[in-house]
């Protein structure tokens, strides 16, 4: 079973950074894309960002494009968020998702994803 735990939220002024991570565990994290999401209040799950296997693909909401950066690394079975020039409105809680398929045209939709994480709470105060 493949699980998934988000780390490195908090609380941060605006216009400062955060980094997210996402371990993966239960299967070797080569074997599947990651999509970063976030939760503001109800069950809805905005796209944030999306990062193929292999790291050769990336792909982010217009939102966040420029302030946001997703990486990984295969050998650490960790995917990244750096998130930069923090706003109030980036408050909410992230979460990395876990698909094996490969289709870049349905990254941004959540229902892409197989696995999920709890998510991380990150609160962008002013």
């Known amino acids: 079973q493949v699980q998934l735990v988000e780390s490195g939220g908090g609380l941060v002024q605006v216009g400062g950074s955060l980094r997210l991570s996402c371990t993966v565990s239960?299967?070797?994290?080569?074997?599947?894309?990651i999509g970063w999401f976030r939760r503001v209040q109800g069950p809805e799950r905005e796209f944030v960002a999306h990062?193929?296997?292999?790291?050769?693909?990336?792909k982010y909401a217009d939102s966040v494009e420029g302030r946001v950066t997703v990486s990984r690394d295969n050998d650490k079975n960790t995917v990244y968020l750096q998130m930069d020039s923090l706003k109030p409105e980036d408050t909410a809680v992230y979460l990395c998702?876990?698909?094996?398929?490969?289709?870049?045209?349905?990254?941004?939709?959540?229902?892409?994803?197989?696995?999920w994480g709890q998510g991380t709470q990150v609160t962008v105060s002013s």
């Open positions: 998702a876990a698909s094996a398929v490969t289709d870049t045209a349905r990254a941004t939709n959540s229902l892409f994803y197989n696995y």
């Open positions: 239960g299967r070797t994290l080569n074997t599947y894309a």
């Open positions: 990062i193929s296997r292999r790291g050769d693909y990336t």
